[in-house]
């Protein structure tokens, strides 16, 4: 297949499920070699099949990224695979629960950050140690609108994603130089099993959600998705250490 990511050597982190499945598929779909990761793997290889089906190329290489020694074998195995790593979208994550900070828990709050913002924080390592190596890549990390505002719930997803918004800048400024961008997207509510399977969109609930954005509607994550492709494409060429929201409209208001 050839697209704007031809021949793109591209590692996708929570890809199996959500914004992290619709976005392989689209970079499949634009020409990518993709390694499709996460925790799940029956979701991943679900992913894996998907993209086969639309004549994509993909492999599935399961990865806790709140784990060192796993993100470090990912990035190998993606280099053993495919030779090289140009593009990744650190997209793994977990909601925070529902919880004021002065109900929150010591292991709520520990979770979240390990796999949101320490998770972020690995896969930012271990592949800016190979794109080093090879003279550039391009980087997107999930934040989220959590990241860029206040919340009334969820203090541990909230700071995990502010943490993002500013490793993501950080991340870019040091490595400008070398060739290597790295960029943020800030979703709104996309309709996902994170989403849905909780108390989030629960009856009452989505109405009250959906009337905060002021487009009228939750996103999809076929929307990240193709905000994610643009910026890891060359398309997207001078833009580096930017927090890009796909919200409709949540944060202008
Ligand atoms: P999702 O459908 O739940 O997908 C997340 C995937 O990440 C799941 O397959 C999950 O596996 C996996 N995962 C969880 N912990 C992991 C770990 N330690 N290592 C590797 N994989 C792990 O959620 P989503 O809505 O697509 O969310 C994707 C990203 O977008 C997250 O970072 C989320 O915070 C962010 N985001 C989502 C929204 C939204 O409204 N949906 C809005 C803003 C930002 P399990 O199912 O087994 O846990």
Request: net charge negative; proline share 3%.
């Given at each position: 297949?050839?697209?704007?990511?031809?021949?793109?050597?591209?590692?996708i982190?929570g890809a199996?499920?959500?914004i992290g499945r619709?976005?392989?598929?689209?970079?499949?779909?634009?020409?990518?070699?993709?390694?499709?990761?996460?925790?799940?793997?029956?979701?991943?290889?679900?992913?894996?099949?998907?993209?086969?089906?639309?004549?994509?190329?993909?492999?599935?290489?399961?990865?806790?990224?709140?784990?060192?020694?796993?993100?470090?074998?990912?990035?190998?195995?993606?280099?053993?695979?495919?030779?090289?790593?140009?593009?990744?979208?650190?997209n793994?994550?977990?909601?925070?629960?529902?919880?004021?900070?002065?109900?929150?828990?010591?292991?709520?709050?520990?979770?979240?950050?390990?796999?949101?913002?320490?998770?972020?924080?690995?896969?930012?390592?271990?592949?800016?140690?190979?794109?080093?190596?090879?003279?550039?890549?391009?980087?997107?990390?999930?934040?989220?609108?959590?990241?860029?505002?206040?919340?009334?719930?969820?203090?541990?997803?909230?700071?995990?994603?502010?943490?993002?918004?500013?490793?993501?800048?950080?991340?870019?400024?040091?490595?400008?130089?070398?060739?290597?961008?790295?960029?943020?997207?800030?979703?709104?509510?996309?309709?996902?099993?994170?989403?849905?399977?909780?108390?989030?969109?629960?009856?009452?609930?989505?109405?009250?959600?959906?009337?905060?954005?002021?487009?009228?509607?939750?996103?999809?994550?076929?929307?990240?998705?193709?905000?994610?492709?643009?910026?890891?494409?060359?398309?997207?060429?001078?833009?580096?250490?930017?927090?890009?929201?796909?919200?409709?409209?949540?944060?202008?208001?």
């Amino acid at each position: 297949m050839s697209g704007i990511l031809s021949d793109k050597v591209s590692l996708i982190t929570g890809a199996g499920s959500g914004i992290g499945r619709a976005s392989a598929i689209a970079f499949a779909r634009e020409g990518a070699q993709v390694v499709v990761s996460d925790i799940d793997a029956e979701g991943g290889e679900e992913t894996v099949s998907r993209i086969s089906e639309i004549g994509g190329q993909a492999i599935f290489v399961p990865a806790d990224v709140s784990r060192a020694a796993d993100v470090e074998a990912l990035v190998q195995s993606t280099v053993q695979q495919y030779g090289r790593l140009d593009c990744a979208f650190n997209n793994a994550g977990v909601s925070g629960g529902q919880d004021l900070i002065h109900e929150y828990s010591e292991d709520d709050w520990d979770r979240v950050i390990d796999i949101n913002l320490k998770g972020v924080w690995l896969c930012l390592k271990y592949e800016i140690i190979q794109m080093l190596e090879q003279g550039g890549g391009s980087i997107v990390n999930t934040a989220s609108i959590m990241g860029l505002v206040g919340g009334s719930r969820s203090p541990s997803y909230g700071a995990s994603k502010h943490g993002v918004v500013g490793l993501t800048r950080n991340a870019a400024v040091q490595y400008a130089q070398s060739g290597i961008r790295v960029n943020a997207v800030c979703p709104g509510y996309i309709r996902t099993p994170m989403t849905e399977q909780g108390a989030l969109l629960g009856p009452g609930n989505e109405e009250r959600i959906i009337a905060r954005h002021p487009i009228g509607r939750l996103g999809a994550p076929e929307e990240i998705a193709e905000t994610v492709v643009w910026l890891c494409s060359d398309a997207a060429s001078f833009v580096t250490g930017h927090a890009m929201t796909v919200d409709g409209g949540y944060v202008a208001q």
